[in-house]
């Protein structure tokens, strides 16, 4: 869909009703690329703001580290119906993946590398909601090479949506077809799909 720097990426997104609480940012910055799925609680337009509110906090400090970056967004939610998230930032120049999360946004990077054991890597998050009960933040990092595919999905996507991934789609279409086969339906639902291209990856 859409070349950001070395990345190529993709996001499907439906709502229960009216404006979807579920949100996401793909954030360039001068060392990397942020990127995050934020899912309001609940649906609707209390989740809806507490959704942008969080993201607005991303998107305006997107070059600080991921603990400080969550516990902004803790400090501007308080009092909103809260937020659960997961966050990664890539390093272009050290060509890996600090992720984050706080809730249940579920997070898998599926490796490019057909020799790479084990082919997948998940996310463990805590439980917790940004904005009311924020958990002991702990980021991970993951090394990457070219191919390896990261996949966040609010918790309106049903688990298990990783172990069919046609590894020959873009990430546009991985997220559309995760969207239409594995969206609860009673729930907002958001997919974002992202993958690393390396440093031949091309400009928009």
């Not at 490796?111 to 702990?138: C, F, K, M, Q, Y």
Request: hydrophobic share 45%; aromatic share 4%.
């Amino acid at each position: 869909m859409t070349t950001t720097a070395v990345i190529d990426w993709g996001v499907a997104t439906s709502a229960l009703a009216g404006e979807s609480g579920d949100l996401s940012l793909v954030k360039p910055v001068a060392t990397g690329v942020l990127l995050g799925v934020v899912d309001g609680l609940g649906h609707g337009a209390e989740a809806a703001t507490a959704a942008r509110a969080a993201v607005a906090v991303l998107d305006r400090q997107a070059d600080e580290s991921l603990v400080p970056l969550v516990k902004a967004c803790h400090q501007a939610l308080i009092g909103t119906r809260g937020v659960v998230m997961s966050l990664a930032f890539l390093s272009f120049a050290h060509r890996s993946l600090t992720w984050l999360g706080v809730g249940n946004v579920e997070g898998v990077l599926l490796h490019g590398d057909r020799a790479e054991r084990p082919r997948r890597t998940a996310l463990v998050t805590p439980g917790g909601i940004v904005g009311s009960e924020l958990p002991p933040l702990n980021a991970h990092h993951v090394r990457l090479t070219p191919g390896d595919t990261l996949i966040f999905a609010s918790d309106g996507i049903r688990s298990g949506f990783a172990e069919s991934i046609a590894s020959d789609a873009t990430p546009q279409q991985l997220a559309d077809q995760i969207l239409a086969r594995y969206a609860k339906g009673t729930d907002d639902a958001l997919v974002l799909v992202a993958r690393y291209l390396g440093d031949a990856g091309g400009g928009a």
